[in-house]
């Protein structure tokens, strides 16, 4: 016979999803995090497509799946 308690598993908690956002920061556009910034990048085309890169990582991390813009 085991010793010991049996209980239930934990439920894991699951963190708030993450998003970046690109905002207009010291003479160009920045990836925002959290309060964290990047370094400002002259194009906003730029920063978008970095921010969408990181958000897609950022997703498959956690298991989340959206759907891709096909343009």
């Given at each position: 016979?085991?010793?010991?308690?049996?209980?239930?598993?934990?439920?894991?908690?699951?963190?708030?999803?993450?998003?970046?956002?690109?905002?207009?920061?010291?003479?160009?556009?920045?990836?925002?995090?959290?309060?964290?910034?990047?370094?400002?990048?002259?194009?906003?085309?730029?920063?978008?497509?970095?921010?969408?890169?990181?958000q897609?990582?950022?997703d498959?991390?956690?298991?989340?799946?959206?759907?891709?813009?096909?343009?």
């Amino acid at each position: 016979m085991m010793s010991g308690l049996a209980s239930p598993r934990p439920v894991p908690v699951l963190a708030p999803p993450r998003r970046y956002d690109v905002v207009a920061r010291g003479g160009g556009w920045s990836i925002v995090l959290g309060g964290a910034c990047t370094r400002p990048f002259r194009s906003r085309r730029a920063a978008e497509r970095i921010a969408r890169t990181l958000q897609r990582q950022a997703d498959a991390l956690h298991g989340v799946k959206r759907p891709r813009k096909v343009h």
